[in-house]
């Protein structure tokens, strides 16, 4: 599946998020002057712009807000009440598991300072621990 930057504005992405999103993918179609991007080249790039630290919190909201709509994107949109609510559902819960995932690479960043100022600290004092720490 093909997606155009205009398609992305029209998800919710700002001009610059998008021209950020899609700064580094290389178009697979080019028609007149439309720019056609892949799809899961685009979610991949939300995701590593998500992880840059360097981004605010409600831009991160924005941006999963973003994937989200692009991972239900490609569903048909004759869809019956029931199955309608359950979509509604299931986005959801994909945002949660997105938000989820966010923190477990947050808490895994934290742990890997606190080994390194631990480790430093060591050295630092001239102790010999007593047990190996492994990582």
């Given at each position: 599946?093909?997606?155009?930057?205009?398609?992305?504005?029209?998800?919710?992405?700002?001009?610059?998020?998008?021209?950020?999103?899609?700064?580094?993918?290389?178009?697979?179609?080019?028609?007149?002057?439309?720019?056609?991007?892949?799809?899961?080249?685009?979610?991949?790039?939300?995701?590593?712009r998500?992880?840059?630290?360097?981004?605010?919190h409600?831009?991160?909201?924005?941006?999963?807000?973003?994937?989200?709509?692009?991972?239900?994107?490609?569903?048909?949109?004759?869809?019956?009440?029931?199955?309608?609510?359950?979509?509604?559902?299931?986005?959801?819960?994909?945002?949660?598991?997105i938000?989820?995932?966010?923190?477990?690479?947050?808490?895994?960043?934290?742990?890997?300072?606190?080994?390194?100022?631990?480790?430093?600290?060591?050295?630092?004092?001239?102790?010999?621990?007593?047990?190996?720490?492994?990582?």
């Amino acid at each position: 599946m093909l997606i155009t930057r205009k398609k992305l504005i029209s998800l919710g992405s700002s001009q610059y998020q998008t021209r950020m999103i899609t700064k580094h993918l290389k178009p697979h179609v080019i028609k007149n002057r439309t720019y056609f991007y892949c799809y899961e080249e685009v979610i991949q790039a939300i995701v590593e712009r998500r992880k840059n630290n360097r981004i605010r919190h409600t831009t991160r909201e924005h941006l999963i807000e973003l994937e989200t709509k692009l991972r239900h994107l490609d569903q048909s949109e004759s869809k019956s009440l029931e199955l309608v609510k359950l979509d509604q559902i299931l986005a959801k819960g994909t945002e949660a598991m997105i938000r989820v995932r966010d923190h477990f690479d947050q808490l895994d960043q934290e742990q890997k300072k606190i080994a390194q100022n631990w480790k430093k600290h060591l050295e630092k004092n001239n102790i010999v621990p007593f047990f190996v720490v492994s990582q």
